[in-house]
């Protein structure tokens, strides 16, 4: 008797969770199954394939964004530990320093993982994108070979029809019987292509052997068939990867399914998805242990309840030469440190501005070099301030004894001007503006409350305009803090 195994979903086949099916035919050998058309159960499980290898790329699409979301939150970590620990809220011990460097050599590596792998789980997308292409091509075709009394997808006795609110081959086709392109659902679980196998030979179904005659796609012989040329020339022809083929010249056997009886992708067309999926799982970084106890202090509960240990060699090729651990206690500390922080964050916005010069900071070429001492700084006001002290002497005689020079050609007329390396000197105390010093420079650039006005010597903080000696204070004053926690590894 003809028969057609086929595939069933591990557990719920319309279900995310379903691994990856194939179809699979099997026709007892030596039965005829001359223009016999698939049955619906058969064509169905076809689709349930080809949907779950579709979604191999919304489970990457899920899994790259879980991988984006681990890096920002360890960076935003790293950098909240760092400024508690600038503001002095953290206790002065060595295992700050040792979370501190946790946190950063895990967003280093997540972005390295991110960076190797991302290629491969886009490989794997595709590849097994392409599988489940052929598979819905594959029904496509059948369903809409059907005319008056022939068809080649069978429904009880009559051909299948798909109406709206009931298409069984939903995972291929849409409610007007044809192929579409759609973007793939997210999904945490990864498609297992091995189970699908194993399932596929498990299960058993039947072709509908007594409605034949009704499918040319599946005829043979000198009379005719899908690739019909001329009398005794009809091409085989393979559907879905060869998971199914017909011979021009004599009826299907067993033979025409040729991956009957496997329990594995190993040796199949599916064997490349497979493959690729388990190379684009190599090394997920969000599945780190480590940085699954660090992401808990983005949040003050739950409390964490074990301790931090970071192995030897951890933090470089030789320290720390034994474990180090970081106590539950101190993280615990952490996460109660962070939530205060953000709450004092939301209602002044100081850690805002910290994290900007910070960020300034990490990005400065010169990271690891302290600032030029402030004093050899001239602001740009002084430069003015000197050069106007010059231009209000308009004779000769009077230029020459205030640091300027006259270029000009009689006693009255000329120009004024600061002398050579003169120009960047400012004026002595209590000569002329700005004699008021540093205190009077701050106070000039306070006094501007809008963006375009805060120039001369002034630099805009994203709220307010400041003295840039100030900022650059600050920004030394960061420098000092990181060199801080670098000696305190060692």
């Known amino acids: 008797m003809s028969g057609v195994v086929c595939t069933k979903a591990l557990e719920n086949p319309s279900s995310h969770s379903a691994a990856a099916f194939?179809?699979?035919?099997?026709?007892?050998?030596?039965?005829?199954?001359?223009?016999?058309?698939?049955?619906?159960?058969?064509?169905?499980?076809?689709?349930?394939?080809?949907?779950?290898?579709?979604?191999?790329?919304?489970?990457?699409?899920?899994?790259?964004?879980?991988?984006?979301?681990?890096?920002?939150?360890?960076?935003?970590?790293?950098?909240?530990?760092?400024?508690?620990?600038?503001?002095?809220?953290?206790?002065?011990?060595?295992?700050?320093?040792?979370?501190?460097?946790?946190?950063?050599?895990?967003?280093?590596?997540?972005?390295?993982?991110?960076?190797?792998?991302?290629?491969?789980?886009?490989?794997?997308?595709?590849?097994?994108?392409?599988?489940?292409?052929?598979?819905?091509?594959?029904?496509?075709?059948?369903?809409?070979?059907?005319?008056s009394t022939n068809y080649c997808i069978d429904n009880g006795g009559?051909?299948?029809?798909?109406?709206?609110?009931?298409?069984?081959?939903?995972?291929?086709l849409n409610?007007?019987?044809?192929?579409?392109?759609?973007?793939?659902?997210?999904?945490?679980?990864?498609?297992?292509?091995?189970?699908?196998?194993?399932?596929?030979?498990?299960?058993?179904?039947?072709?509908?052997?007594?409605?034949?005659?009704?499918?040319?796609?599946?005829?043979?012989?000198?009379?005719?068939?899908?690739?019909?040329?001329?009398?005794?020339?009809?091409?085989?022809?393979?559907?879905?990867?060869?998971?199914?083929?017909?011979t021009g010249t004599s009826a299907a056997t067993a033979d025409n399914w040729p991956h009957r009886a496997k329990a594995a992708a190993a040796a199949t067309p599916f064997e490349l998805c497979h493959t690729s999926i388990k190379n684009a799982d190599a090394g997920f970084a969000h599945d780190n242990a480590k940085i699954a106890t660090l992401l808990m202090l983005d949040s003050e509960t739950p409390k964490i309840q074990a301790n931090?240990?970071?192995?030897?060699?951890?933090?470089?090729?030789?320290?720390?030469?034994?474990?180090?651990?970081?106590?539950?206690?101190?993280?615990?500390?952490?996460?109660?440190?962070?939530?205060?922080?953000r709450a004092s964050n939301s209602q002044t916005g100081q850690m805002d501005k910290l994290m900007a010069v910070e960020v300034e900071k990490l990005l400065s070429d010169k990271e690891c070099q302290p600032s030029p001492p402030l004093a050899a700084a001239k602001p740009e006001t002084q430069v003015s301030t000197q050069?106007?002290?010059?231009?209000?002497?308009?004779t000769k005689k009077s230029c020459s004894t205030s640091n300027c020079k006259w270029e000009g050609t009689t006693e009255t007329v000329g120009e004024c001007k600061p002398k050579d390396g003169e120009e960047t000197q400012a004026p002595a105390a209590g000569t002329g503006p700005g004699a008021a010093g540093t205190n009077s420079?701050?106070?000039?650039?306070?006094?501007?409350?809008?963006?375009?006005?805060?120039?001369?010597?002034?630099?805009w903080d994203?709220?307010?305009?400041?003295?840039?000696?100030?900022l650059v204070t600050k920004k030394f004053a960061l420098s000092v803090v990181s060199a801080a926690f670098v000696a305190l590894l060692f």
Request: proline share 2%.
């Open 22 to 147: 194939v179809i699979f035919l099997v026709i007892s050998t030596g039965a005829s199954a001359n223009k016999a058309p698939i049955n619906i159960d058969g064509a169905e499980q076809v689709c349930l394939v080809s949907q779950q290898l579709k979604q191999a790329a919304g489970y990457y699409a899920e899994t790259e964004k879980k991988r984006l979301e681990t890096a920002v939150k360890l960076h935003k970590l790293s950098r909240e530990v760092r400024t508690l620990a600038s503001k002095g809220q953290l206790s002065n011990e060595t295992w700050v320093a040792w979370l501190l460097n946790s946190l950063e050599k895990e967003l280093s590596s997540t972005l390295q993982t991110a960076e190797e792998q991302t290629q491969k789980a886009i490989a794997a997308a595709a590849v097994c994108s392409q599988a489940a292409g052929h598979l819905s091509e594959f029904i496509n075709i059948f369903y809409n070979a059907q005319g």
């Open 158 to 172: 009559s051909k299948y029809t798909i109406s709206r609110g009931s298409n069984k081959l939903a995972g291929c």
């Open 175 to 246: 409610d007007q019987g044809k192929t579409e392109l759609k973007a793939p659902l997210p999904s945490a679980t990864k498609p297992d292509i091995d189970a699908a196998m194993k399932t596929m030979s498990d299960k058993q179904g039947t072709l509908a052997s007594g409605q034949s005659a009704k499918c040319f796609l599946t005829q043979h012989g000198s009379s005719g068939g899908e690739a019909y040329a001329e009398n005794g020339q009809q091409p085989t022809i393979s559907w879905g990867l060869g998971i199914f083929t017909v």
């Open 308 to 341: 931090l240990d970071l192995e030897p060699k951890y933090i470089t090729a030789d320290y720390p030469q034994a474990k180090l651990t970081i106590s539950k206690e101190n993280l615990q500390s952490v996460q109660t440190a962070i939530k205060n922080l």
């Open 387 to 394: 050069a106007a002290e010059c231009n209000k002497q308009k």
């Open 441 to 459: 420079e701050a106070k000039k650039c306070s006094e501007k409350t809008k963006q375009e006005d805060c120039k001369d010597g002034c630099n």
């Open 462 to 470: 994203g709220k307010e305009c400041k003295d840039s000696s100030i």
